[in-house]
């Protein structure tokens, strides 16, 4: 008897909820914190020790970047980047796409 159910990939396999490039960025981000934390020399500045917040940062990497791809995926953000940071020159004249509006549409006549 062969198996029938179909494979939904139309944008990627989830894990635990998450797509697997952000399920990747989490677990990268934590192990790498961890590591960081170990592995670095206590840096004192006015009493506190500054690894423990560098390695706090690092671990936030990776939910941070799942909360922005949550329903998009990067390339949406770098488009929406480069539409507000890029130059754009916006030049007065007549419309580009003059169907854009109907023209010949029947309107309803309403009777008083």
């Given at each position: 008897m062969d198996d029938i159910t179909p494979?939904?990939?139309e944008d990627a396999p989830k894990l635990f909820g998450l797509?697997?490039?952000?399920?990747?960025?989490?677990?990268v981000s934590f192990l790498l914190s961890t590591q960081i934390y170990s592995f670095m020399n206590p840096v004192m500045f006015n009493g506190q020790d500054l690894r423990l917040y560098l390695c706090l940062f690092v671990?936030?990497?990776?939910?941070?970047?799942c909360l922005l791809t949550l329903n998009h995926s990067g390339s949406y953000w770098e488009n929406l980047l480069?539409?507000?940071?890029?130059?754009?020159?916006?030049?007065?004249g007549p419309?580009?796409?003059?169907?854009r509006f109907l023209v010949d549409e029947k309107l309803p006549e309403f009777i008083d």
């Open positions: 494979l939904n990939l797509r697997l490039d952000q399920l990747v960025w989490v677990i671990m936030l990497i990776g939910p941070v970047y480069s539409f507000y940071t890029g130059s754009t020159v916006l030049i007065p419309d580009p796409n003059p169907v």
